[in-house]
């Protein structure tokens, strides 16, 4: 047996060595941050060794440095990395702390930060019971949940006539059960009782001793919820921290436990909810060292089930070796905002009631020194809500254009986003304010690039919607309202011109239309209610009365989102150019520019004539819009032509591009 080999260079051409056109890959070290300079109460929460400690930090008092430069403080003293934990409220706060601590401490010793809800899925995850699930159990997101407590409780009363139920909902709540706001007040009963630790018998037990009915149907639904869970192999959030609680109970796990971390770190305590304080006595209970950072002042999650009383009552839920309280830090200094706004926030915390915390730390958390002077605080009131948009837009531009203030250095906070946001959105920027919404405070429907997709997808949805076709083939039958605004618009009204009442292409209410869920998408109407007094079939030489299945405040909208990119001198281009196409075919009195724009857009065929430098975009839009259209027809799923449309935009190359 031999073998051979040579030394020379292989057949295929190699590029030339030394060439100056070739490219060569060079390592560059991600570059340290200098260790920021410290104050005295945050160096004593870095010089803390072990044991528990409460740290108080109010916003701008340097929270989020004092936890990075602590963590490294005990990694440079000799602590491995991987016996750290750091534990958050959110997902991004876990992403700022890794990307804040590989910058400081480099990635390769940077410890572990994630939230509490990904610690207990891993932990499940590690633990689970191979024979009773074969399959990794999956995480139910928020919507899935509510569309199986709406399922569950809509078949409640099938299981009751045929007597298979359990559940004995009172007789005053039973018309309430198919309604969203009942499901959303079950769901809300069912968290909040796996983050107290309650199972369904002990929820019966608690109902019965208060004499409620409703919580011991509630009790009743937790059971049958639980079963359908496990069943599914899937498992919600709150139930997710509850059996990691559960898990970490067990001799075996919580010497494990025990025994993996040397020191646990957590920002954000404030918003801790009763079964997260569960767990962490697991993690690092009975003295062990366990850094809590949080303001006591911003517990603001209570309807998500954070509860204040776990920071209020830290002190002794987490007591030293030796059985006294664990000891209260407070970070005194206010980096962020001038002396005069502390002072206005302090006449308002002053209000709120801190007990079960030490007196002198209490007072010295609601009393931080102003690292600068200056601020200013003010009230406005108004008498109706678009007076006060108006002149918060004032405002802004105002310090903008006389001040000199950046526009990145204001920011605007409204109390309920989904409401509000739209809105505020709309007005800021029809007064010229540049306006970027945090993505944690926009629903997903509401986001730019994803409100143009679910808009052209409920659209061919409907469109290809069982029963449709016969519906075209008699006629489409508009609204009377729609129809009677149609039959309103000046015949020689272009497409940017519109009454102050009707919102414009690509304002908030027509880019941002409520997501389309699965019960839309598979039990679409047929066709809408057709008025009596009308003919059943349209007469087929008027183009008007043709069947359509786009409705053109939909069409305007596609045709200003991303998803077209035109802009009102491209629509007004074409508007014209569709009219004028129109009087050359015979019609001396064409319709509205709106109009054959919705029916060119229904029909891209009627477009491949047209300038490309102003009809490029409607020709992009109607070719998505077919195609997508013929997917469903074809039997496609919503999933499928919702791909289909994103495939067509130029967005997966820019995001490919980008990365």
């Given at each position: 047996?031999s073998?051979?080999?040579?030394?020379?260079?292989p057949?295929?051409?190699?590029?030339r060595?030394g060439s100056r056109?070739?490219?060569?890959?060079?390592?560059?070290?991600?570059?340290r941050?200098?260790p920021?300079?410290?104050d005295a109460?945050?160096?004593?929460?870095v010089?803390?060794r072990s044991?528990?400690?409460l740290?108080?930090?109010?916003p701008?008092?340097?929270?989020?440095t004092?936890?990075?430069?602590s963590v490294?403080?005990r990694?440079?003293?000799g602590a491995?990395?991987?016996?750290?934990?750091?534990?958050?409220?959110?997902?991004?706060?876990?992403?700022d702390l890794?990307?804040r601590?590989a910058?400081r401490?480099?990635?390769?010793?940077?410890?572990?930060?994630?939230?509490?809800h990904?610690?207990?899925y891993?932990?499940?995850r590690a633990h689970q019971?191979?024979?009773?699930?074969?399959e990794?159990?999956?995480?139910?997101?928020?919507?899935e949940?509510?569309?199986?407590?709406?399922?569950?409780?809509?078949?409640?009363?099938?299981l009751?006539?045929?007597g298979?139920?359990?559940?004995?909902?009172p007789?005053?709540?039973r018309?309430?059960?198919?309604?969203?706001g009942f499901a959303d007040?079950?769901r809300a009963v069912l968290?909040?009782?796996?983050?107290?630790?309650?199972a369904p018998?002990a929820l019966?037990?608690?109902?019965r001793?208060?004499?409620?009915p409703?919580?011991r149907?509630a009790?009743a639904?937790l059971a049958?919820?639980?079963?359908?869970?496990?069943?599914?192999?899937?498992?919600?959030y709150a139930?997710?921290?509850h059996r990691?609680?559960?898990?970490?109970?067990?001799?075996?796990?919580?010497a494990d436990?025990a025994?993996?971390?040397d020191?646990?770190?957590?920002d954000e305590y404030q918003?801790?909810?009763?079964a997260q304080?569960r767990?962490l006595h697991?993690?690092?209970?009975?003295?062990r060292?366990?850094v809590?950072?949080g303001?006591p002042?911003q517990?603001?999650?209570?309807f998500?089930?954070?509860?204040?009383?776990?920071?209020?009552?830290?002190?002794e839920?987490f007591p030293?070796?030796d059985?006294?309280?664990?000891?209260?830090q407070?970070?005194?200094t206010n980096?962020?905002?001038?002396?005069?706004?502390?002072a206005?926030?302090?006449?308002?915390?002053q209000?709120?009631?801190?007990?079960r915390?030490?007196a002198?730390?209490?007072?010295?958390?609601?009393?931080p020194a102003?690292?600068?002077d200056?601020g200013?605080a003010?009230?406005?009131?108004?008498?109706?809500?678009?007076?006060e948009l108006?002149?918060i837009?004032?405002?802004?531009r105002?310090?903008?254009?006389?001040?000199?203030l950046p526009?990145r250095?204001?920011?605007?906070?409204?109390r309920?986003?989904?409401r509000?946001l739209?809105?505020l959105?709309?007005?800021?920027?029809?007064?010229?304010?540049p306006v970027?919404?945090?993505?944690?405070?926009l629903?997903?429907r509401?986001e730019?690039?994803v409100?143009?997709?679910l808009?052209?997808l409920r659209?061919?949805?409907?469109?290809?919607?069982?029963?449709?076709?016969e519906a075209?083939?008699?006629?489409e039958?508009?609204?009377?309202r729609?129809?009677?605004a149609?039959?309103r618009?000046?015949?020689?009204r272009?497409p940017?011109?519109r009454d102050?009442?009707?919102?414009?292409?690509?304002?908030p209410?027509?880019?941002?239309?409520?997501?389309?869920?699965?019960a839309?998408?598979?039990e679409?109407?047929?066709?809408?209610?057709a008025?009596p007094a009308?003919?059943?079939a349209?007469?087929?030489?008027?183009?008007a009365?043709?069947p359509?299945w786009?409705?053109?405040?939909?069409a305007l909208?596609?045709?200003a989102?991303p998803?077209?990119?035109?802009?009102?001198?491209?629509?007004?281009r074409l508007?014209?150019?569709l009219?004028?196409?129109e009087r050359?075919?015979g019609n001396?009195?064409?319709p509205p520019s709106?109009?054959?724009?919705?029916?060119?857009?229904a029909e891209?065929?009627r477009?491949?004539?047209?300038d490309?430098?102003?009809a490029?975009g409607?020709?992009?839009l109607?070719a998505l819009?077919?195609?997508?259209?013929e997917r469903l027809a074809n039997?496609?799923?919503?999933e499928?032509a919702?791909?289909?449309l994103?495939?067509?935009?130029p967005?997966p190359?820019?995001?490919?591009?980008a990365?």
């Amino acid at each position: 047996m031999s073998s051979s080999f040579s030394t020379g260079h292989p057949p295929h051409p190699e590029a030339r060595r030394g060439s100056r056109g070739a490219y060569r890959l060079v390592r560059t070290p991600p570059d340290r941050t200098a260790p920021p300079v410290l104050d005295a109460a945050q160096r004593a929460v870095v010089d803390h060794r072990s044991g528990p400690l409460l740290v108080l930090a109010g916003p701008g008092t340097g929270k989020t440095t004092t936890l990075v430069e602590s963590v490294a403080a005990r990694i440079a003293r000799g602590a491995d990395p991987e016996r750290i934990l750091v534990l958050t409220f959110s997902r991004r706060a876990a992403v700022d702390l890794r990307d804040r601590m590989a910058l400081r401490i480099g990635a390769a010793r940077a410890p572990q930060a994630t939230t509490f809800h990904s610690y207990s899925y891993a932990l499940v995850r590690a633990h689970q019971d191979s024979g009773l699930f074969v399959e990794p159990l999956r995480l139910l997101s928020g919507p899935e949940q509510d569309v199986t407590v709406r399922e569950l409780l809509a078949g409640q009363p099938e299981l009751e006539r045929l007597g298979l139920t359990h559940v004995r909902w009172p007789d005053e709540l039973r018309a309430c059960l198919t309604t969203r706001g009942f499901a959303d007040e079950v769901r809300a009963v069912l968290a909040r009782s796996r983050e107290l630790g309650l199972a369904p018998d002990a929820l019966d037990a608690f109902a019965r001793r208060i004499g409620r009915p409703d919580w011991r149907a509630a009790a009743a639904f937790l059971a049958e919820y639980l079963d359908v869970l496990d069943l599914q192999g899937v498992i919600d959030y709150a139930e997710l921290v509850h059996r990691a609680v559960l898990l970490a109970r067990r001799p075996e796990v919580a010497a494990d436990l025990a025994a993996r971390y040397d020191a646990v770190y957590v920002d954000e305590y404030q918003d801790t909810d009763p079964a997260q304080v569960r767990l962490l006595h697991a993690l690092a209970g009975g003295g062990r060292t366990l850094v809590a950072l949080g303001d006591p002042d911003q517990s603001i999650y209570t309807f998500r089930g954070a509860d204040v009383n776990g920071i209020l009552g830290f002190p002794e839920a987490f007591p030293r070796r030796d059985g006294g309280p664990a000891p209260v830090q407070v970070l005194r200094t206010n980096r962020r905002s001038g002396a005069r706004l502390l002072a206005a926030t302090r006449l308002i915390t002053q209000r709120m009631p801190l007990p079960r915390l030490p007196a002198d730390k209490v007072r010295a958390h609601r009393e931080p020194a102003a690292a600068r002077d200056g601020g200013r605080a003010e009230v406005y009131t108004y008498p109706t809500p678009g007076t006060e948009l108006d002149n918060i837009a004032d405002i802004l531009r105002r310090a903008h254009l006389e001040d000199g203030l950046p526009w990145r250095e204001m920011a605007v906070l409204v109390r309920a986003g989904a409401r509000s946001l739209p809105t505020l959105r709309r007005a800021l920027t029809a007064a010229g304010v540049p306006v970027d919404i945090d993505g944690d405070d926009l629903p997903l429907r509401h986001e730019p690039a994803v409100a143009p997709l679910l808009t052209a997808l409920r659209a061919v949805a409907r469109a290809e919607a069982p029963g449709r076709s016969e519906a075209a083939r008699g006629g489409e039958e508009r609204e009377p309202r729609e129809r009677d605004a149609v039959e309103r618009v000046p015949e020689d009204r272009e497409p940017g011109e519109r009454d102050l009442e009707e919102p414009a292409p690509g304002s908030p209410e027509l880019a941002e239309p409520p997501a389309p869920d699965s019960a839309d998408l598979a039990e679409l109407p047929a066709s809408d209610s057709a008025d009596p007094a009308e003919p059943s079939a349209p007469d087929s030489t008027d183009p008007a009365a043709q069947p359509r299945w786009l409705d053109t405040e939909t069409a305007l909208t596609l045709l200003a989102s991303p998803l077209a990119g035109m802009d009102a001198a491209d629509l007004r281009r074409l508007g014209r150019a569709l009219r004028e196409e129109e009087r050359a075919g015979g019609n001396m009195v064409p319709p509205p520019s709106d109009e054959l724009l919705t029916r060119a857009l229904a029909e891209p065929e009627r477009l491949a004539v047209h300038d490309p430098a102003y009809a490029r975009g409607a020709q992009r839009l109607g070719a998505l819009l077919r195609t997508a259209r013929e997917r469903l027809a074809n039997g496609g799923t919503a999933e499928e032509a919702l791909w289909d449309l994103w495939n067509g935009t130029p967005w997966p190359g820019r995001l490919e591009r980008a990365a």
